[in-house]
């Protein structure tokens, strides 16, 4: 349609701003496909890369060029195919027409994203300004790429052009091995003890992840590192910044995330079916569901056991100010709160969710020293003084978050005597060339679980799932990638070819929709009846990934995912007594205990160690929906 769409805002003024640095924009929802179906409103504005590089290039009303849609409303094809329409016919508003400009990883999720007032040729110089984006043909990582411009800013530090390097490749070609070198470069403790400041930590981070332009990936401190603030790997640049294109002194790094002591560790329903079937005791995993469970009823009648849970936090300021003043009213508060926050938790999680004491969430990062053996790995958690329980740990259990695959459980052995590496703390450094690499490729900023508790890790190991491409696909890649840059010459000698570029991005963005909720429901489906080690977990896994890394667009995803209904068979009787989560179906009067009672004449502990890892998951997720049923009816009765 040649008309644009008209937006009335006539009778809307901005709100005042809080401080010089808090900007507005305009804020359109959708929620139905009528003429009138929409709201508008006033947005604050998130700082982002190109935000802060449009206040520096138009001045402090550059905010006005923008403005924000959003679609919410159901089936999803009615959503894509209004949405797609919408852009394609432009806004008007305030007397400007405001064309499609771009989104980040969160706004594609949402189906959100950012509209300009400028033609699509200045959208397509402006965006360009930052790097070749038509070089990447897959039109998915070129989305991702770009969305690093429109992800919001958390700190900025002051970095010049000439304060870090690029470490290069050495290894080119198709067949390059990959290696935990890949998305992780070195930091300065100058640097360290900068972000330490900056948040105002009582810990010198370790491991940072960080954004510099075209640049993303995870730092690990280096003691001896050359004359640079610092050093990043070439896969960290998914694109090229040219410095000339930016404005003068516009050289920040942005610090996304750090190493932190203390981030407890939780097994959520796939790590249980998973470790179960790696050959973990299910009676180990029942004595942690129950030592949780006990530790969570008595936090509110015992102050020991509160005080047990806040050390297990590291909670040290709070556990002084109580060993000075005693337990008061609001000590007692802050105890209901944290138990509140477990409950909720565990609701969230339907149900399954067990603290483990000897365990924590983790960077991983590559060994800054090269001094690793492959296969082993040095690991430095902050603990209490007083725990001697990591001190003979040789080995370690280490889960990727999420897990879906049986690979995504490793054991790794534990090198604790390593000079130098002291001051590497609360992060897993691998060596570079591990062979565990596989499960860490392409999740750069991911945490993972770690565990040295003995009980905990499995007798045996799957290798990890390869989730990279074949090689058939490799050299597609490659071939397709000599094909862009060829065509992405031609583009540029053609006015025409900015408008295509602008299409491509505009319609991926309106027929997308995230398929990780469709294909993790149907993950569990046949997890519950059929074990997180069948042939359809396996392939629903790799399509988990695929989702995740934006390799896969929505159409291919879709169609794989019903290949896979089709060609896979669930146990009938399976569905008829669970849901999706494997939770017993319950009618409106069945009691928690009645559900209890029902555990315990459908699974004998004689029988339970030789329970297949759903079938155990299955019980113990009985037991957190009976416990957690328990303690809510508890609390609201306390309470009333």
């Known amino acids: 349609m040649a008309y644009h769409l008209c937006i009335e805002v006539s009778s809307m003024s901005a709100p005042l701003a809080a401080d010089d640095s808090e900007t507005h924009i305009l804020h359109v929802e959708f929620y139905g496909t009528g003429r009138d179906d929409y709201r508008v409103s006033y947005d604050k504005l998130e700082r982002t890369l190109l935000t802060e590089y449009l206040k520096q290039a138009d001045g402090p009303d550059f905010h006005k060029k923008l403005m924000k849609l959003a679609f919410d409303f159901s089936p999803t094809d009615k959503t894509n195919l209004f949405c797609r329409s919408v852009l394609e016919r432009g806004i008007f508003c305030r007397q400007r027409v405001y064309f499609f400009l771009g989104h980040s990883d969160e706004q594609l999720k949402k189906k959100s994203c950012f509209m300009m007032s400028a033609s699509h040729e200045k959208i397509h110089e402006l965006l360009a300004q930052f790097g070749d984006f038509t070089e990447e043909r897959n039109i998915g990582k070129r989305a991702r790429k770009i969305s690093m411009l429109f992800s919001a800013l958390n700190e900025p530090l002051d970095l010049a052009e ?19 070198a890949d998305g992780c470069g070195f930091m300065p403790r100058e640097f360290s003890s900068a972000v330490q400041e900056l948040f105002e930590l009582k810990h010198q981070p370790s491991a940072v992840y960080v954004r510099y332009r075209g640049i993303e990936g995870m730092l690990v401190l280096k003691e001896d590192l050359p004359e640079v603030k610092l050093l990043f790997h070439s896969s960290m640049q998914k694109f090229v910044t040219p410095d000339e294109n930016m404005p003068k002194d516009f050289s920040f790094a942005d610090v996304v995330d750090y190493s932190c002591p203390y981030v407890n560790g939780y097994l959520d329903n796939r790590m249980v079916m998973l470790l179960a079937e790696a050959g973990v005791s299910f009676v180990h995993l029942e004595e942690l569901q129950a030592g949780y469970y006990e530790l969570l009823e008595n936090m509110i009648r015992n102050t020991a056991a509160a005080e047990y849970f806040l050390r297990l936090r590291g909670e040290v300021q709070f556990l002084e100010h109580i060993h000075e003043n005693g337990v008061d009213s609001r000590v007692k508060d802050y105890f209901k709160v944290l138990l509140m926050k477990e409950l909720d938790k565990m609701k969230t999680a339907k149900y399954t969710r067990i603290l483990v004491p000897k365990s924590r969430i983790v960077f991983v990062v590559r060994d800054p020293y090269g001094k690793l053996k492959q296969g082993e790995c040095y690991f430095k958690p902050t603990i209490p003084d007083d725990d001697n329980s990591f001190a003979t740990a040789g080995k370690i259990a280490v889960v990727h978050m999420p897990c879906y695959h049986p690979g995504d459980v490793q054991v790794i052995k534990l090198n604790q005597e390593m000079p130098g590496y002291e001051n590497l703390r609360d992060c897993l450094v691998l060596s570079a060339n591990d062979p565990c690499h596989g499960m860490f490729e392409g999740l750069e900023g991911n945490r993972f679980f770690v565990s040295w508790d003995t009980d905990l890790i499995p007798s045996s190991t799957e290798a990890p799932c390869d989730y990279l491409p074949t090689i058939t696909a490799k050299l597609r890649g490659a071939s397709a990638k000599s094909v862009s840059n060829l065509s992405a010459k031609m583009k540029k000698s053609q006015r025409s070819g900015y408008l295509k570029d602008r299409e491509e991005m505009l319609r991926y963005f309106a027929t997308f929709s995230d398929e990780t909720p469709k294909i993790e429901e149907e993950y569990m489906k046949y997890a519950t009846a059929l074990g997180p080690s069948s042939k359809e977990c396996r392939q629903l896994s790799k399509l988990l ?90 609390i609201h009765k306390s309470a009333g």
């Open 162 to 180: 000439d304060e870090y390097e690029v470490e290069p490749e050495t290894r080119r070609g198709v067949f390059r091995s990959q290696s935990l």
């Open 545 to 634: 990934y695929q989702a995740a890394s934006f390799t896969e667009d929505t159409a291919t995803l879709k169609k794989k995912l019903e290949q896979i209904k089709q060609s896979g068979s669930l146990m009938e009787e399976e569905q008829d007594d669970m849901d999706e989560y494997g939770n017993l179906r319950r009618t409106l009067d069945m009691t928690a205990t009645e559900v209890q009672c029902s555990v315990r004449l459908t699974m004998r502990r004689s029988s339970r160690s030789r329970l297949p890892g759903h079938e155990i998951w299955k019980e113990i997720n009985m037991k957190a929906e009976a416990f957690l049923d328990r303690m809510l009816r508890e």
